[in-house]
T-cell receptor, first 110, second 115 residues
Framework: SQQGEEDPQALSIQEGENATMNCSYK?????LQWYRQNSGRGLVHLIL?????REKHSGRLRVTLDTSKKSSSLLITASRAADTASYFC??????????FGEGTQLTVNP | KAGVTQTPRYLIKTRGQQVTLSCSPI?????VSWYQQTPGQGLQFLFE???????NKGNFPGRFSGRQFSNSRSEMNVSTLELGDSALYLC??????????????FGPGTRLLVL
């Protein structure tokens, strides 16, 4: 069974708007990673945040991590139609084992 | 650098057959992990190999096995295929996978359909 939960399960916004996705996990982690997946293809790595970090930025992406609440959020600013995809959080616990959330399907309407 | 490659990309098998999938990690990466993705169960960890040894294993039956070669390439094998094994199988590689700081890079996946 999966450790993580993500909400919302689906999100539909207009181009230019911001999109926020949330993720929760259950046990202590080494790091948390966010991935994007287009139409059942491979996972594209977006950003990694370590357990001792609280916030990280990469381009239009902003990730926060709250280890006390065992939660993380991904913010995509000024969204584009090309951002339409499924987004997954993955917590790394032991070694390089990733436990994935259920994913958020983001649709950005032009 | 070339990314993670997986072969074949698509595969159709019938129940009871066996299948072998291949993964070539990014050059210099020594850790290779395998994941199964299905609509019902989502993304689930199968196993991880490092330096030709299985270092971590998920909760899958013994029909699922793998190995890693000295050049870090990895194969996974599924014997006695069942309909429920139909899935996208993803391979990920990282340098060593123990520091908690490393990104895991995924391949495009092998889509397996069991009829």
């Amino acid at each position: 069974s999966q450790q993580g939960e993500e909400d919302p399960q689906a999100l539909s916004i207009q181009e230019g708007e911001n999109a926020t996705m949330n993720c929760s996990y259950k046990t202590s982690i080494n790091n948390l990673q966010w991935y994007r997946q287009n139409s059942g293809r491979g996972l594209v790595h977006l950003i990694l945040i370590r357990s001792n970090e609280r916030e990280k930025h990469s381009g239009r992406l902003r990730v926060t991590l709250d280890t006390s609440k065992k939660s993380s959020s991904l913010l995509i600013t000024a969204s584009r139609a090309a951002d339409t995809a499924s987004y997954f959080c993955a917590s790394e616990t032991s070694g390089s084992r990733l436990t994935f959330g259920e994913g958020t399907q983001l649709t950005v309407n032009p | 650098k070339a990314g993670v490659t997986q072969t074949p990309r698509y595969l159709i098998k019938t129940r009871g057959q066996q299948v072998t999938l291949s993964c070539s990690p990014i050059s210099g990466h020594r850790s290779v992990s395998w994941y199964q993705q299905t609509p019902g169960q989502g993304l689930q960890f199968l196993f991880e190999y490092f330096s030709e040894t299985q270092r971590n294993k998920g909760n899958f039956p013994g029909r699922f096995s793998g190995r890693q070669f000295s050049n870090s390439r990895s194969e996974m094998n599924v014997s006695t295929l069942e309909l429920g094994d139909s899935a996208l199988y993803l391979c990920a590689s990282s340098l060593a996978g123990t520091s908690g700081k490393e990104t895991q890079y995924f391949g495009p996946g092998t889509r397996l359909l069991v009829l």
